[in-house]
């Protein structure tokens, strides 16, 4: 019996193993293709963006892996490290790697600031929240370990267990303004980050080794986008050795074998079958296309905002999505911390441009529902910040609004100051296309549920 099994064993592998030897037509290979740049663009993503982030050892979003940088103001016009940054909290991030052993992260005590320490795995999953909605605004002390991690942690130690060796955390820490900036960087300094060998010991900070090959100029989106097909396959493969796919991911690494995309194995793309190489080719092209234009499919809500919905943080199967907000929001919390509707139109369905000026009101009822806080934040035609007079990227709930007579709120919307009596609700257009995300930080039910949405964006005559 113990024989036949065996004998029914080896046939099976075999067989299997013979599919996947199986001659792979140009066609076939575009169509795996699609899927296999589709699920690998997150991780292509992240990597870029990581390279670029560690390459310094200070400035903005850049430190040293296992070591937290800080921002020490808001992102202004000139930082492009990541897409649709947010001018509401000061970040504190770090690229961590728990490959050879657990990194021991300090938080902060925030006496009842809101803040949250997402954990991002390199599929840009968050699988761990902590801070203000979790575990309170206490501080406390984590141990991150890698997946196949198994030891003894200090007694007391909450364990978080990443599914990937390395992975993104970007903290952040309410911000009033910029007169706030001095007591929030007093909670920044608040945060360490310790290998496990070296808990209870003396630090010597790492010195940075900087790899003058690396790109520090061009922002990582745009980085990957220009990627010739064989580049950006060839880094998803090495990077994928140390960084397991998920477990539901079964059914896409059966598909994209048959093309040679095996984890733990390198690969060339001038390697492969001719017809492989072809179909890829043409595949990374169009599945580029297929991400970016996600946001022209996107469900409106009656007043044309576009309302991402609860699949940010983690996005299960739907690997099209994921994607997508890896290239229009690399870093997005869970809807549970933050919510993100997004305006690309006018309430006549016309794109926004600084060509015309727009009022954004919203009924005394209706003022953004959040516990944290609220704003809304402009965005040039490529993503980020653009320049204004008045150095205003974002507007909300803890700046000196005039609201109405009526406890209503109108915000001005366009290029030119609208006047003094209106300045201090104007959030600055840049010339020409914009769009606008309006987000709420610990958002109550009705937004999470859809009962409450935002109000059109009006064009004034």
Do not use: C
């Amino acid at each position: 019996m113990k024989s036949l099994l065996a004998l029914l064993a080896m046939a099976v592998a075999f067989a299997t193993s013979a599919a996947y030897a199986a001659p792979v037509s140009e066609d076939d290979a575009y169509a795996i293709g699609l899927e296999a740049y589709t699920y690998a663009y997150p991780m292509v993503l992240m990597e870029t963006t990581r390279r670029v982030s560690t390459n310094a050892s200070e400035g903005r979003m850049r430190a040293p892996m296992n070591q937290f940088g800080h921002m020490r103001t808001y992102p202004d016009a000139t930082f492009k490290d990541v897409v649709r940054p947010n001018a509401d909290t000061l970040y504190s991030p770090l690229w961590f790697d728990v490959g050879k052993e657990p990194l021991i992260i300090t938080l902060p005590k925030t006496a009842g600031r809101y803040h949250v320490v997402p954990i991002m795995d390199m599929w840009t999953d968050v699988f761990a929240a902590l801070g203000t909605r979790t575990t309170g605004n206490d501080g406390g002390i984590v141990a991150l370990v890698g997946p196949h991690w198994q030891g003894t942690l200090p007694k007391g130690m909450r364990m978080v267990r990443s599914p990937t060796e390395m992975g993104w955390i970007i903290g952040r820490i309410q911000t009033n303004g910029a007169a706030d900036y001095d007591h929030v960087h007093a909670l920044q300094a608040s945060y360490a980050a310790t290998p496990l060998s070296a808990w209870g010991k003396a630090q010597t900070p790492v010195a940075l080794k900087t790899d003058p090959a690396i790109d520090m100029k061009t922002p990582p989106v745009e980085q990957v986008a220009k990627m010739t097909p064989a580049a950006f396959f060839a880094l998803f493969a090495e990077t994928l050795k140390r960084n397991p796919p998920h477990a539901s991911d079964y059914a896409v690494l059966a598909r994209i074998e048959r093309v040679g995309l095996v984890p733990g194995q390198s690969f060339d793309l001038a390697a492969a079958d001719p017809a492989v190489q072809r179909g890829l080719t043409r595949a990374a092209a169009d599945a580029w296309q297929r991400i970016i234009g996600r946001r022209k499919n996107l469900s409106l809500t009656r007043n044309n905002w576009v309302a991402m919905g609860n699949a940010l943080g983690v996005y299960g199967n739907d690997y099209l999505q994921r994607a997508f907000v890896a290239f229009a929001g690399l870093g997005a919390l869970p809807p549970e911390e933050a919510i993100y509707p997004m305006a690309p139109l006018d309430s006549d369905g016309k794109p926004l441009t600084g060509a015309s000026r727009y009022v954004l009101h919203f009924d005394k009822d209706q003022i953004p529902p959040a516990d944290a806080f609220w704003s809304l934040t402009m965005y040039g035609a490529d993503q980020f910040f653009v320049a204004n007079p008045i150095d205003r990227f974002a507007i909300g709930d803890r700046d000196k609004l005039s609201f109405n007579a009526d406890g209503s709120l109108d915000l001005y919307i366009q290029k030119d100051n609208p006047g003094a009596d209106k300045e201090a609700n104007w959030l600055p257009a840049p010339d020409g296309p914009f769009s606008m995300n309006l987000r709420l930080y610990l958002p109550r039910r009705p937004a999470l549920e859809g009962s409450w949405i935002a109000p059109p964006v009006k064009r004034v005559p």
